[in-house]
């Protein structure tokens, strides 16, 4: 049975996720093909899909190509924004005790612990994951350009291709419960406290990528969001 355009998009976004398909590379629309079994026109909608989630970029006359990595630079810049909304975003889930969207929220979290349970290697899971559970957090705030600006980060889909931090889902489940349980206890001090020590984790875990064997080397100026590691044998 041939893949459907949404499969073909699946598969390529694992491949480009995964680094199968490495930053900066020529995408083969006739070798995808093949390797697929199906024709060029769904590999070419599926790239256009991605092009949309900005994991690859069309070149006049060479093409679609992966795009690059963020350097440490942009995924500083990356994590900055998203302390500026998201903490706010869970602060403001907290307080609405109408629709506050902790059932929700631990249903997300149940759904991958299970899968935490039975699989070694769950990378696109933890994207998933991710990525649904702070859209329900955002999306609760009910404000749309927030949501909007948010979303054409995706942040979700590049912070994951540096590499696989946390590959076990274990430490971004418990950062996770602890937010869920802010919010479904209606503090929103705490819940705003909890987003924001768990995405300053989640970014110096992700800054290991950088290292030079010697730890996360943050060189934001003083006062910024983001908490200052000297390098080893500054400390």
């Known amino acids: 049975m ?4 949404g499969e073909v998009y699946e598969e390529l976004r694992a491949q480009i996720l995964e680094n199968r398909i490495p930053p900066g590379t020529r995408v083969n629309i006739d070798a995808v093909s093949r390797q697929l079994g199906v024709s060029p026109t769904p590999v070419r909608e599926a790239l256009h899909r991605l092009q ?5 970029v069309a070149t006049s006359g060479r093409g679609y190509s992966t795009t690059p990595l963020l350097d440490l630079e942009a995924l ?3 994590f900055e924004f998203r302390l500026l909304v998201e903490p706010w975003a869970a602060r403001s889930a907290a307080v609405d005790r109408l629709e506050n ?6 249903r997300e979290l149940e759904g991958f612990r299970e899968q935490t349970e039975s ?8 994207v998933s994951h991710d990525t649904r559970f702070h859209d329900l957090i955002l999306s609760a705030t009910h404000n749309k350009v927030v949501g909007n600006a948010y979303s054409q980060t995706h942040c979700h889909l590049h912070i994951f291709r540096l590499y696989p931090a946390d590959i076990g889902g274990a430490i971004t489940l418990e950062e996770h419960r602890q937010v869920w349980q802010a919010i479904r206890d209606c503090d929103p001090g705490r819940a705003e406290e909890a987003m924001q020590q768990h995405l300053t984790s989640a970014y110096m875990r ?3 990528a950088f290292e030079d064997g010697a730890g996360p080397q943050e060189l934001r100026p003083a006062g910024s969001a983001l908490t200052h590691v000297p390098p080893s044998g500054e400390r």
């Open 52 to 56: 949309g989630d900005n994991l690859v």
């Open 2 to 5: 041939k893949l459907s355009t």
């Open 206 to 208: 992700f800054a290991k």
């Open 76 to 78: 500083r810049d990356l």
């Open 101 to 106: 969207p902790a059932r929700r929220l631990e």
């Open 119 to 126: 699989k070694a290697d769950i990378r696109q899971e933890l």
